[in-house]
C-alpha cells in the first residue's frame, strides 16, 4: 500500500495485507496482480474502523449490547442490530479520515461506485460470510459515498452476521471491517460462476449462473438464473438450462431498482455458448492463481467480462489426499462407514492408526483420507458385476445405503471404467506386494479358529472365544510393561497397529462363524411347515453372552443398589470402581485413541446412573429383560410344538437344537470390539505416556495434545505446538459437518446416498427392529447429551455405537442415518424389543425435538403425526 495510512488503491493490495483490509480486499488486489479483469477501486482498512469507533467511543456501547447475546430470541438479537446499527449512523468520520477517503475516491475519477463489505474473516477458506453484510451499488458523490461507508460498516452488526457468529462461535470481540469501494459496471448481464461444481463436488466441471441486468437480482435470489455446467477437460456444455426470468435489477439516479425483463428476452439465454467459454477461460486464469475452489461474482457491459468479487467454496467436501496423478476415474468408499458406521472423524492420531492399517492390507495407491476420515478404492469392483446381487443382499452389511450407493456409482460409470481396466493378470502383483508375512500368519493361524467354532460346542465356542480375547489383552499388557524409552513405544504401537484392529478381532468373530447360520438353516427349515416365521425376531430378544447389553444390566443393577442403599454417586464407590474396572475402556467412539475413556472421565457413567435413580426405572428394565429371555424361550418352546403338530418331529428337534444355538453363540458377535476398545485403550495410555516426554523436551505443552499429531510428527525432533493448534482447530470444525459421503470419486465428486422415498407426511427406511411405537423425538449428537432423553423418547441420533448402549434403556424407538441389521443399535435394539430404523439421511436435522412421531420397525415407515 502507498503511504496513506487509512486507505490505498486495490492494485497495490496482496495476501500479506489481510489483516489490514480484510479478505476480500485481500482477494481482489491478487487477482488483479495475476491479469484478471478487475474494476478500479480503493479499500479503506480495518484500521479505519477501529479509529472510528475509537473516535465516537461506542466500541464500550456495543460491547454492553452483546453482553447477553448468546441468551436472546431472533427478535431480540434484531433489536441489538439496530441499537448498534443507530450508533453508526448517528456518528462521524473523523476529518483525517475523511480526507483520505476523498482524495482516494478523487483519484479514481469520482465515479459511480460499489461499496461492498471485507471483514477480517470474510471470504477466508474457513467461513466465508456469504450474504452477511451488506453490499451498496450506484453510490454517487462524496456525501453520499461517506454515508454508505458508515452503512457498510455497521452491517458488521446485521442480525443475520450476529446469528450466523454465534451458531460458529466466532467471537464478535475479534472481528473488525476493510471497506471496499469499486467502479461501478453497468452491467447488461451478470452472473456467478463456481470453479468447481457445487452441486457434486466434481472439480473436473464448472457451473455458471447468468441473468439480465445487474447481479443483486440474482445473489438476492429475486430470479432464477439460466444455469451451464461446463466439462473443463474436454471444454464442453454438459448440460443448459435456461430459465424463464421475469425480474431484472437496474440502475436508477441513485441506487437500483427491480424492473420487469422485457417479454422477447424472458425465455432468452442470457450467454451465447461463445461467452459461456469466455468465462471458462476466466475460470482457468482464476484457478491458476487460487489454491481453493471459489465462487466468483461477475458482470458484462459491452461484451467484456469483469470479476467483482471471489470468495472461497467452504462448503465442499475437501479432495482426497494422496490426490490421483493418473487422470483415470476411481471410485472410494466410506472405510469407518461401512465397517463401523462412524461418520464422525478420527483425531489426527486415529487417522494415522487407521490409515496404515488399511496400508497393511490393501495397496497404498487404495487408500485415502480426508478430514479424519478414510476411504478405500473399490474401482476393481466394477470387474465383478455378476457378484454385485450378493453384495447388495449381504445380511452382514453394517450399512446397506452404503453398498447401494457404491453400486448405482460402478453402474453410472460402467462405460468409463470399461475403458480404462486392466487386465486382471497385471492386477495379481499389486495384490500380492501387500502379503506381508505377518498377513500369512494370520490367516494360518485363523484356521485353527475357524475350525473350533465350526466343529466346537456352543458352550466351549462361548468360552473358548472369551478366553482367547482376553488372553490377547494381557499379552499387550506384559508387552507394554517392558518399554522404556519413546522409541520403543512407538515402535511397538506401529508393531502392533494390525493385531489389535484386525488380526485379533477376526479370529474372535471365527469362533461365532457359524451362529448366523443356525438362524438360517431353521428358518428355511420353519418355512417348509410354517407359513409365517416373523416369530423368530422375538428369539433375538436379551441374548446371552453380549457385553453390551450385559454392560448395561450391569448399570442397572449398581443403580439399583445404590438407591436401595442410600449410597452416594462416586467414581470412588466400590460398586462404580468395579464396573470402571471393567468397562472403563469403553467410550464414544472407542475405535480412536484420542477419545478419553469412562475411566478418563467416568461423568457420562455418573450422569446414567443419577438419570437411572431419579425415574426409578431400573427396576421394570431388569425385568424386561428378563421378560425378553423368558419369551425367547417359550418361542422356540411354541415353534417346536407347532412344528410337532405339523407332523415335522424330527425337524422340530434340529430347529430347536438350532435356535439355542443361535442364542448360546450369536450375543459373542459384540465381543471382538470390546476386546478391540481394549487393545486401543493400550495405545492410548502408551501415547499418554509419550505425551508426558513430549511436555518435559518442550515440544507440547500437555500429554493430552499428542493426539493432535502423527506418529511421524512424533519421531521429528521439531516443536509441535502450532501443528496441534492447528489440527484440533480443524477437527474441532469437522465434528460440526452434518452429511458425510458415503462415496467419493477422484473427481471430487461426493455421493451421500442413493434416492430414498420419501413420502408426504414420512420418510421410509430400513427396518431392523420390529415393533410400531408412537412417541416424541430427542435428536442428540453424542451419548454424553444422553441426560436430555426422556423416558419412552424416540432416540434420533447419526450412528450408534456400544458406548449408546445404556441409553436404549430408556428410550421407546431408535431412528439412525447409517446403519443396516447388523449394526450395533440394531442387534441391541432387537435384544432389548425397540423397534428401530435406520438408513434415514439428514435424519438429526429433519426431525424437531418434541416432533410426535410413529414408526413402524416392520415395515421401516415414519409418519409424522404432529
Not at 138 to 166: D, H, M, P, Q, T
Not at 198 to 203: D, K, S
Not at 405 to 410: A, D, F, N, P, R
Amino acid at each position: 500500500m502507498r503511504n496513506n495510512i487509512f486507505t490505498g488503491p486495490l492494485n497495490d493490495i496482496c495476501q500479506k495485507d489481510l489483516s489490514r483490509v480484510g479478505g476480500k480486499a485481500a482477494n481482489l488486489g491478487e487477482m488483479i496482480k495475476s491479469g484478471l479483469p478487475v474494476p478500479e477501486g480503493f479499500v479503506i482498512t480495518v484500521g479505519a474502523y477501529k479509529k472510528f469507533l475509537i473516535y465516537n467511543k461506542i466500541e464500550v456501547e456495543i460491547k454492553k449490547l452483546l453482553v447477553d447475546l448468546e441468551n436472546t430470541n431472533l427478535e431480540e438479537t434484531k433489536k441489538i442490530s439496530s441499537e448498534i446499527k443507530n450508533l453508526f449512523q448517528q456518528s462521524k468520520i473523523p476529518a483525517d479520515l475523511l480526507t483520505e477517503i476523498d482524495q482516494s475516491y478523487d483519484r479514481i475519477g469520482n465515479p459511480e461506485v460499489v461499496v461492498r463489505s471485507s471483514g477480517t474473516m470474510e471470504d477466508s477458506p474457513v467461513t466465508s460470510f456469504a450474504g452477511q453484510y451488506d453490499s451498496f451499488l450506484n453510490v454517487k458523490g462524496k456525501e453520499g459515498l461517506n454515508k454508505y461507508i458508515k452503512l457498510c460498516w455497521a452491517s458488521l452488526w446485521n442480525a443475520r452476521a450476529l446469528s450466523y457468529r454465534l451458531k460458529e462461535k466466532i467471537d464478535n470481540n475479534k472481528l473488525a471491517h476493510g471497506v471496499i469501494i469499486q467502479k461501478l459496471i453497468r452491467a447488461e448481464k451478470s452472473g456467478v460462476l463456481f470453479t468447481v461444481n457445487p452441486l457434486n463436488n466434481r472439480r473436473d466441471q464448472v457451473l455458471i449462473n447468468s441473468s439480465w441486468g445487474l447481479g443483486e437480482t440474482l445473489v438476492s435470489g429475486n430470479v432464477t438464473p439460466d444455469q451451464w455446467i461446463v466439462d473443463k477437460k474436454e471444454r464442453k456444455i454438459l448440460k443448459e438450462k435456461i430459465a424463464v426470468k421475469e425480474k431484472m435489477s437496474v440502475l436508477k439516479d441513485k441506487g437500483t431498482k427491480l424492473v420487469n425483463v422485457p417479454v422477447r428476452k424472458r425465455k432468452q439465454p442470457s450467454l451465447d455458448h461463445n461467452e459461456v467459454y469466455k468465462l471458462l477461460e476466466l475460470v482457468e486464469k482464476a484457478e491458476d492463481f487460487f489454491d481453493l475452489p471459489q465462487d466468483i461474482e461477475w458482470a458484462c457491459r459491452d461484451n467484456e467480462f469483469y470479476l467483482v468479487q471471489s470468495r472461497p467454496i467452504t462448503t465442499l467436501f475437501p479432495k482426497l489426499e494422496p490426490e490421483d496423478s493418473d487422470g483415470k476415474l476411481r471410485i472410494y468408499i466410506n472405510f469407518l462407514l461401512i465397517d463401523k458406521v462412524i461418520p464422525e472423524p478420527l483425531t489426527p492420531i486415529g487417522e494415522d492408526i487407521w490409515k496404515k492399517l488399511l496400508q497393511n492390507i490393501l495397496p497404498m495407491s487404495w487408500v485415502k483420507s480426508a478430514v479424519g476420515r478414510l476411504f478405500v478404492d473399490t474401482t476393481e469392483i466394477s470387474r465383478l458385476e455378476r457378484w454385485w446381487g450378493g453384495l447388495r443382499n449381504n445380511p452382514f452389511a453394517m450399512d446397506p445405503l452404503t453398498i447401494e450407493t457404491i453400486l448405482e456409482v460402478l453402474k453410472r460409470n460402467k462405460a468409463k471404467l470399461e475403458q480404462q481396466k486392466k487386465p486382471l493378470i497385471k492386477l495379481i502383483p499389486t495384490l500380492f506386494c501387500v502379503m506381508s508375512p505377518s498377513f500369512f500368519k494370520f490367516l494360518l493361524t485363523s484356521i485353527p479358529k475357524a475350525l473350533y467354532g465350526v466343529l466346537s460346542s456352543p458352550e466351549k465356542v462361548v468360552e473358548g472365544a472369551y478366553s482367547f480375547g482376553e488372553n490377547q489383552v494381557k499379552s499387550l499388557e506384559q508387552k507394554r510393561r517392558k518399554l522404556h524409552t519413546k522409541e520403543e513405544k512407538i515402535n511397538f504401537i506401529e508393531k502392533n497397529i494390525l493385531p489389535i484392529l484386525y488380526f485379533i478381532p477376526l479370529k474372535i468373530l471365527y469362533y461365532a462363524v457359524r451362529s448366523p447360520n443356525y438362524l438360517d438353516k431353521a428358518k428355511k427349515l420353519i418355512n417348509k411347515y410354517l407359513d409365517d416365521a416373523s416369530r423368530l425376531n422375538k428369539v433375538k430378544k436379551s441374548l446371552p453372552h453380549n457385553v453390551t447389553t450385559e454392560m448395561g444390566m450391569e448399570l442397572l443393577r449398581i443403580a439399583r443398589k445404590i438407591d436401595q442403599s442410600g449410597g452416594h454417586l462416586s467414581p470412588e464407590g466400590p460398586e462404580i470402581k468395579e464396573f470402571l474396572n471393567q468397562y472403563g475402556h469403553r467410550t464414544y467412539l472407542e475405535i480412536d485413541p484420542g477419545i478419553p475413556r469412562w475411566k478418563d472421565d467416568p461423568e457420562y457413567i455418573i450422569n446414567l446412573l443419577q438419570s437411572y435413580i431419579s425415574n426409578k426405572s431400573y427396576n421394570e428394565r431388569i425385568k424386561k429383560f428378563h421378560q425378553g429371555k423368558e419369551e425367547a424361550e417359550k418361542t422356540i418352546q411354541d415353534i417346536t410344538a407347532r412344528l410337532k403338530e405339523k407332523g415335522a418331529r424330527k425337524d422340530a428337534r434340529k430347529v430347536e437344537k438350532l435356535l439355542e444355538n443361535y442364542r448360546k453363540t450369536f450375543g459373542v458377535r459384540e465381543l471382538p470390539k470390546y476386546i478391540m476398545s481394549k487393545g486401543v485403550r493400550v495405545i492410548r495410555e502408551i501415547l499418554l505416556e509419550v505425551g508426558e516426554e513430549l511436555v518435559a523436551e518442550e515440544r507440547l505443552d500437555d500429554k493430552e495434545d499428542i493426539f493432535f499429531v502423527r506418529l511421524k510428527d512424533i519421531k521429528s525432533e521439531g516443536k509441535l505446538q502450532p501443528l496441534v493448534i492447528q489440527n484440533r482447530e480443524a477437527y474441532q470444525k469437522e465434528l460440526k459437518r452434518n452429511s458425510i459421503p458415503r462415496v467419493v470419486t477422484s473427481t471430487g465428486e461426493t455421493i451421500f446416498s442413493v434416492n430414498e422415498s420419501e413420502e408426504d407426511n414420512g420418510y421410509d427406511g430400513i427396518p431392523v427392529s420390529p415393533g410400531v411405537y408412537e412417541g416424541q423425538v430427542k435428536v442428540l449428537e453424542t451419548p454424553e447429551d444422553g441426560n436430555q432423553l426422556k423416558k419412552g423418547d424416540i432416540l434420533v441420533t447419526k450412528a450408534t455405537s456400544p458406548a449408546w448402549t445404556p441409553l436404549f434403556l430408556e428410550i421407546g424407538g431408535l431412528i439412525t442415518e447409517m446403519g443396516g441389521p447388523m449394526s450395533h443399535g440394531s442387534v441391541v435394539a432387537r435384544e432389548y424389543g425397540i423397534p428401530a430404523i435406520v438408513g434415514i439421511r439428514e435424519a438429526t436435522t429433519r426431525f424437531k425435538d418434541g416432533q410426535f412421531i410413529r414408526l413402524n420397525g416392520e415395515t421401516g415407515k415414519i409418519e409424522i403425526i404432529t
